[in-house]
């Protein structure tokens, strides 16, 4: 149910965006997730897109991408993006966007891209 594109490899100081596309279903009901997976590591939440109480927008990144990453979307296209700039090695992962779904919906999880950053 979504699907992601947009990694690959680039130079420490780079950038790259990952786009999540979505049914327009699910797009509307839910919020979106952006999480991580190093070699070796466990997987780690990274930024979340959901809705408060009044339906607006907030926004959450881990310290570590904090000024960094930007998450945002695009209701026309169904998409949330993460857009990654000032990429460093240790950013290096399989990126998964997942939905954060009110009770009465499943969570879907991304296929995974591979982001690699060379120093």
């Known amino acids: 149910q979504l699907a992601e594109s947009g990694g690959g490899t680039v130079q420490a100081g780079g950038s790259l965006k990952l786009s999540c596309t979505a049914s327009e279903d699910i797009f509307k009901e839910c919020g979106m997730g952006w999480y991580r997976q190093a070699p070796g590591k466990e997987r780690e939440l990274v930024s979340t897109l959901t809705r408060d109480s009044t339906a607006r927008f907030d926004t959450f990144y881990v310290p570590s991408v904090k000024g960094r990453f930007t998450v945002s979307r695009d209701s026309a296209k169904n998409t949330v993006y993460l857009q990654m700039n000032s990429l460093k090695p240790e950013d290096t992962a399989v990126y998964y966007c997942?939905?954060?779904?009110?009770?009465?919906?499943?969570?879907?999880w991304g296929q995974g891209t591979q982001v690699t950053v060379s120093s």
């Open positions: 997942a939905t954060r779904c009110p009770p009465w919906l499943e969570d879907s």
